[in-house]
């Protein structure tokens, strides 16, 4: 398993911008993908971005253009920086890596809310 950290959430007006990170406790070339998915109250949770050892990214088409997933090899991070952000997109947020050998690893999640 991967020990993913997650930070960054907070709280933000209407069009303004969050940046999360996730550090991961290995180095991010030993994973195949990573990822960010989001859980509002009251329903299910949901892709927001992800990006795999090729550097392909899919974002979900609410976040598209407003959102951008990218990782630091480095650091063995993966950031999203959320601009434009909107009330619907108040969420926990959830950092995710996986492997084939071990399965998915989630973080604990960082709560994100976008007041009106």
């Known amino acids: 398993q991967v020990q993913l950290v997650e930070s960054g959430g907070g709280l933000v007006q209407a069009g303004g911008s969050l940046r999360l990170s996730c550090a991961a406790s290995r180095s991010i070339f030993s994973i195949n993908a990573m990822g960010w998915y989001r859980q509002a109250r009251g329903k299910q949770r949901e892709l927001v971005a992800s990006?795999?050892?090729?550097?392909?990214?899919t974002y979900a088409d609410s976040v598209k253009g407003r959102f951008t997933i990218s990782s630091d090899n480095a650091k063995n991070t993966v950031n999203l920086q959320m601009n434009s952000l909107q009330p619907e997109d108040t969420a926990v947020y959830y950092c995710?890596?996986?492997?084939?050998?071990?399965?998915?690893?989630w973080g604990q999640g960082t709560q994100v809310t976008v007041s009106s």
């Open positions: 995710t890596a996986y492997t084939l050998r071990s399965g998915s690893s």
């Open positions: 990006i795999n050892s090729g550097a392909q990214i």
